[in-house]
């Protein structure tokens, strides 16, 4: 009987241990596009950069029903660099030229004009795939964003090849 009981307690420590730790993990808020930039070159994905604000309910759905289980899996780990931009809570961020800028005005650049807004972006700024706007159904949006991913890595992966293939054709 005793051990039963030990084994229930370790049991529930450890569910609350693990549901702790998955409460805590959030989407990374970022201030240097071109670190992210530099980290999406280097693992050879690209940047899932969200706009949100801190007042959105469905930002907050976003974040917790889609980005948090997608960081908690570690399935998107060498996938896609997740990065969020609150817009009414910084001022500035430094963009993928390093250059120092107002988030207003980089709002301005990509044309956000509603939050949650997902864009899907190479180290240089330029979208890869049709950004995701809102969101619904979140059973289903999953696999809106996974497709938005995997086209992203496919065009990545096309411009890799690119080179190497006029290379090819050069030498033959």
Same mark, same amino acid.
């Given at each position: 009987?005793?051990?039963?009981?030990?084994?229930?307690?370790?049991?529930?420590?450890?569910?609350? /241990?693990?549901?702790?730790? &998955?409460?805590?993990?959030?989407?990374?808020?970022?201030?240097?596009?071109?670190? #992210? &930039?530099?980290?999406? /070159?280097?693992?050879? %994905? !690209?940047?899932?950069?969200?706009?949100?604000?801190?007042?959105?309910?469905?930002?907050?759905?976003?974040?917790? #029903?889609?980005?948090?289980?997608?960081?908690?899996? $570690?399935?998107?780990?060498?996938? %896609?660099?997740?990065?969020?931009?609150?817009?009414?809570?910084?001022?500035?961020? *430094?963009?993928?030229? $390093?250059?120092?800028?107002?988030?207003?005005?980089?709002?301005? *650049?990509?044309?956000?004009?509603?939050?949650?807004?997902?864009?899907?972006?190479?180290? *240089? $700024?330029?979208?890869?795939?049709?950004?995701?706007? $809102?969101?619904?159904?979140?059973?289903?949006?999953?696999?809106? %964003?996974?497709?938005?991913?995997?086209?992203?890595?496919?065009?990545? *992966?096309?411009? &890799?090849?690119? !080179? &190497?293939?006029?290379?090819?054709?050069?030498?033959?």
């Amino acid at each position: 009987m005793l051990s039963r009981t030990i084994i229930t307690l370790t049991t529930l420590m450890l569910a609350l /241990l693990l549901h702790t730790a &998955a409460a805590a993990v959030s989407v990374a808020t970022t201030s240097d596009l071109r670190a #992210d &930039a530099r980290l999406a /070159l280097q693992k050879h %994905v !690209p940047v899932l950069l969200v706009f949100t604000a801190s007042d959105c309910g469905y930002c907050d759905l976003l974040e917790s #029903d889609i980005l948090r289980p997608m960081l908690i899996s $570690g399935d998107y780990d060498n996938k %896609v660099i997740i990065r969020k931009i609150v817009i009414d809570e910084q001022d500035s961020v *430094h963009d993928f030229n $390093g250059k120092t800028i107002s988030t207003s005005a980089l709002v301005k *650049h990509y044309g956000i004009y509603v939050t949650p807004t997902m864009l899907f972006l190479d180290a *240089h $700024g330029k979208e890869l795939s049709e950004r995701i706007l $809102g969101i619904n159904t979140p059973e289903m949006f999953g696999g809106r %964003v996974d497709a938005a991913i995997a086209e992203s890595l496919a065009r990545l *992966h096309d411009r &890799a090849q690119r !080179p &190497a293939a006029k290379l090819a054709q050069q030498t033959n």
